[in-house]
Protein backbone atom coordinates (compact mmCIF):
# COMPACT_ATOMS: atom_id res chain seq x y z
CA UNK A 1 0.00 0.00 0.00
CA UNK A 2 1.25 3.58 -0.99
CA UNK A 3 -0.40 6.76 -0.01
CA UNK A 4 2.23 10.10 -1.10
CA UNK A 5 3.23 11.55 -3.72
CA UNK A 6 3.37 10.78 -7.68
CA UNK A 7 4.75 12.45 -10.49
CA UNK A 8 3.86 12.48 -14.06
CA UNK A 9 4.90 8.94 -14.92
CA UNK A 10 3.06 7.88 -11.43
CA UNK A 11 5.81 6.29 -9.72
CA UNK A 12 6.34 7.39 -6.09
CA UNK A 13 8.02 10.79 -6.21
CA UNK A 14 8.03 13.45 -2.91
CA UNK A 15 6.54 12.58 0.39
CA UNK A 16 4.96 9.08 1.09
CA UNK A 17 4.23 6.15 3.67
CA UNK A 18 4.19 2.85 2.46
CA UNK A 19 3.35 -0.76 3.94
CA UNK A 20 5.83 -3.42 2.20
CA UNK A 21 4.21 -7.06 1.41
CA UNK A 22 6.93 -8.59 4.39
CA UNK A 23 4.61 -6.18 6.86
CA UNK A 24 7.85 -3.33 7.21
CA UNK A 25 6.58 0.40 6.92
CA UNK A 26 8.48 3.08 5.17
CA UNK A 27 7.99 6.84 5.53
CA UNK A 28 9.67 9.51 3.91
CA UNK A 29 11.36 11.20 0.31
CA UNK A 30 10.98 9.40 -2.56
CA UNK A 31 12.58 10.26 -6.24
CA UNK A 32 11.09 8.08 -9.66
CA UNK A 33 9.79 5.14 -7.35
CA UNK A 34 12.79 4.65 -4.93
CA UNK A 35 13.41 5.67 -1.54
CA UNK A 36 15.93 8.50 -1.69
CA UNK A 37 16.43 11.15 0.82
CA UNK A 38 15.49 11.24 4.52
CA UNK A 39 13.23 8.28 5.83
CA UNK A 40 12.33 6.23 8.52
CA UNK A 41 11.82 2.44 7.98
CA UNK A 42 10.65 0.25 10.34
CA UNK A 43 11.13 -3.36 10.17
CA UNK A 44 8.35 -6.01 11.76
CA UNK A 45 11.12 -7.58 13.55
CA UNK A 46 11.26 -4.36 15.76
CA UNK A 47 14.19 -3.07 14.30
CA UNK A 48 13.83 0.96 13.21
CA UNK A 49 15.92 3.15 10.65
CA UNK A 50 15.85 6.44 10.34
CA UNK A 51 18.30 8.46 8.05
CA UNK A 52 19.53 9.10 4.31
CA UNK A 53 18.73 7.23 1.93
CA UNK A 54 20.52 6.92 -1.78
CA UNK A 55 18.25 4.77 -4.26
CA UNK A 56 16.56 2.25 -1.57
CA UNK A 57 19.70 2.12 -0.14
CA UNK A 58 20.65 3.74 3.48
CA UNK A 59 23.28 6.62 2.53
CA UNK A 60 24.88 9.37 3.89
CA UNK A 61 23.93 9.68 8.03
CA UNK A 62 21.35 7.67 9.79
CA UNK A 63 20.81 5.63 13.27
CA UNK A 64 19.46 2.38 12.83
CA UNK A 65 18.04 0.67 16.51
CA UNK A 66 18.47 -3.16 16.14
CA UNK A 67 16.03 -5.58 17.94
CA UNK A 68 18.55 -6.81 20.62
CA UNK A 69 18.41 -3.16 21.93
CA UNK A 70 21.97 -1.91 19.99
CA UNK A 71 22.18 1.48 18.21
CA UNK A 72 23.87 2.52 15.11
CA UNK A 73 24.56 6.47 14.71
CA UNK A 74 26.63 7.45 12.17
CA UNK A 75 28.05 7.28 8.05
CA UNK A 76 26.60 4.56 5.85
CA UNK A 77 27.84 3.56 2.27
CA UNK A 78 25.49 1.91 -0.01
CA UNK A 79 23.37 -0.37 3.34
CA UNK A 80 27.26 -0.69 4.87
CA UNK A 81 28.74 0.97 7.98
CA UNK A 82 31.09 3.05 6.80
CA UNK A 83 32.88 6.18 7.66
CA UNK A 84 32.38 7.31 11.38
CA UNK A 85 29.73 6.16 13.51
CA UNK A 86 29.16 5.25 17.81
CA UNK A 87 27.74 1.67 17.99
CA UNK A 88 26.25 1.11 21.41
CA UNK A 89 25.87 -2.47 21.97
CA UNK A 90 23.34 -4.91 24.04
CA UNK A 91 25.55 -5.05 26.75
CA UNK A 92 26.48 -1.59 26.99
CA UNK A 93 29.90 -1.53 25.72
CA UNK A 94 30.11 1.10 23.17
CA UNK A 95 32.47 1.60 20.49
CA UNK A 96 33.47 5.17 18.54
CA UNK A 97 35.42 5.74 15.36
CA UNK A 98 35.86 4.31 11.77
CA UNK A 99 33.98 1.75 10.28
CA UNK A 100 34.45 -0.10 7.02
CA UNK A 101 32.21 -3.12 5.37
CA UNK A 102 30.02 -3.22 8.42
CA UNK A 103 33.02 -3.52 10.78
CA UNK A 104 35.26 -1.37 12.91
CA UNK A 105 38.43 -0.78 10.55
CA UNK A 106 40.39 1.81 10.95
CA UNK A 107 40.73 4.00 14.39
CA UNK A 108 38.31 3.63 17.00
CA UNK A 109 37.78 3.49 20.87
CA UNK A 110 36.35 0.48 22.47
CA UNK A 111 34.60 0.79 25.76
CA UNK A 112 33.89 -1.97 28.07
CA UNK A 113 30.98 -1.28 30.26
CA UNK A 114 31.32 -3.75 33.10
CA UNK A 115 35.17 -2.77 33.80
CA UNK A 116 35.04 0.62 32.33
CA UNK A 117 38.57 -0.39 30.86
CA UNK A 118 38.77 0.80 27.09
CA UNK A 119 40.45 -0.20 24.15
CA UNK A 120 42.20 3.35 21.80
CA UNK A 121 43.79 2.26 18.84
CA UNK A 122 44.06 0.40 15.67
CA UNK A 123 41.27 -1.98 14.11
CA UNK A 124 41.53 -4.36 11.01
CA UNK A 125 38.08 -6.00 9.75
CA UNK A 126 36.66 -5.78 13.62
CA UNK A 127 39.59 -6.81 15.29
CA UNK A 128 41.93 -5.15 17.80
CA UNK A 129 45.45 -4.62 15.76
CA UNK A 130 47.80 -2.26 15.47
CA UNK A 131 49.55 0.19 18.24
CA UNK A 132 47.09 0.90 20.80
CA UNK A 133 46.82 1.56 24.47
CA UNK A 134 44.19 -0.36 26.78
CA UNK A 135 43.71 1.60 29.61
CA UNK A 136 42.23 0.49 32.87
CA UNK A 137 41.36 2.12 36.42
CA UNK A 138 44.58 2.54 37.48
CA UNK A 139 47.37 1.24 35.14
CA UNK A 140 47.45 1.08 31.08
CA UNK A 141 49.23 -1.04 28.84
CA UNK A 142 51.13 0.82 25.35
CA UNK A 143 52.08 -1.36 22.75
CA UNK A 144 50.81 -2.85 19.38
CA UNK A 145 47.89 -5.59 18.71
CA UNK A 146 47.83 -8.72 16.59
CA UNK A 147 44.26 -10.78 16.15
CA UNK A 148 42.96 -9.26 19.32
CA UNK A 149 46.14 -9.78 21.47
CA UNK A 150 49.34 -7.86 22.60
CA UNK A 151 52.37 -9.32 21.03
CA UNK A 152 55.37 -7.68 21.10
CA UNK A 153 57.20 -4.41 22.73
CA UNK A 154 54.96 -2.70 24.99
CA UNK A 155 54.61 -0.83 28.74
CA UNK A 156 52.92 -0.86 31.48
CA UNK A 157 52.29 2.22 33.11
CA UNK A 158 50.90 2.74 36.17
CA UNK A 159 49.11 5.58 38.05
CA UNK A 160 51.42 5.45 40.93
CA UNK A 161 54.04 6.96 39.11
CA UNK A 162 56.17 3.96 37.57
CA UNK A 163 56.20 2.35 33.98
CA UNK A 164 57.13 -1.45 33.45
CA UNK A 165 59.04 -2.27 30.30
CA UNK A 166 58.50 -5.27 28.08
CA UNK A 167 57.40 -7.47 25.35
CA UNK A 168 54.47 -10.35 25.16
CA UNK A 169 56.09 -13.28 23.57
CA UNK A 170 53.92 -16.41 21.68
CA UNK A 171 54.58 -19.72 23.79
CA UNK A 172 55.23 -22.30 21.21
CA UNK A 173 52.71 -24.81 20.50
CA UNK A 174 52.82 -28.08 22.97
CA UNK A 175 52.93 -30.86 20.37
CA UNK A 176 50.20 -32.75 21.44
CA UNK A 177 49.79 -37.33 20.55
CA UNK A 178 49.36 -37.35 16.79
CA UNK A 179 46.38 -39.18 16.66
CA UNK A 180 44.37 -36.52 18.15
CA UNK A 181 42.05 -34.82 16.41
CA UNK A 182 41.53 -31.97 18.92
CA UNK A 183 43.03 -28.96 17.25
CA UNK A 184 45.44 -26.85 19.52
CA UNK A 185 43.58 -24.73 21.90
CA UNK A 186 45.18 -21.20 21.25
CA UNK A 187 48.03 -19.79 23.38
CA UNK A 188 47.90 -16.54 25.25
CA UNK A 189 51.00 -14.54 24.84
CA UNK A 190 52.96 -14.35 27.42
CA UNK A 191 54.12 -10.48 29.15
CA UNK A 192 57.86 -11.09 29.68
CA UNK A 193 59.33 -8.12 32.05
CA UNK A 194 62.95 -6.38 31.74
CA UNK A 195 62.58 -3.53 33.62
CA UNK A 196 60.32 -0.84 35.54
CA UNK A 197 61.25 3.04 35.22
CA UNK A 198 60.15 6.16 36.25
CA UNK A 199 57.43 7.27 33.70
CA UNK A 200 59.07 8.61 30.21
CA UNK A 201 57.30 8.90 26.72
CA UNK A 202 57.74 6.20 24.54
CA UNK A 203 56.37 4.61 21.46
CA UNK A 204 55.79 1.64 19.77
CA UNK A 205 58.80 2.47 17.23
CA UNK A 206 61.11 2.67 20.37
CA UNK A 207 62.39 -1.66 20.30
CA UNK A 208 65.01 -1.06 22.98
CA UNK A 209 64.03 0.72 26.50
CA UNK A 210 66.64 3.90 26.67
CA UNK A 211 69.54 3.48 29.48
Given at each position: ???G ?10 F?K ?13 ER ?18 GD ?7 G ?11 YA???V????Q?Y ?12 G ?5 K ?9 K????K ?20 H ?14 G ?10 H ?32 K ?13
Amino acid sequence: EYEGDRNAEGERHGFGKARLPNGDTYEGQYERGLRNGHGTYRFKNGALYTGDYLQNKKHGKGVFFYPDGSKYAGDWVHDQRQGYGEYLYANGDTYTGEWANNKRHGQGTYVYKDTGSKYVGAWVNGIQEGPAELIHLNHRFKGTFLNGKPLGHGKFVFDIGCEQHGEYIQPAQEKEEEDEDEPPLPVEPKWKASEITKLRPWSPHDKEPAP
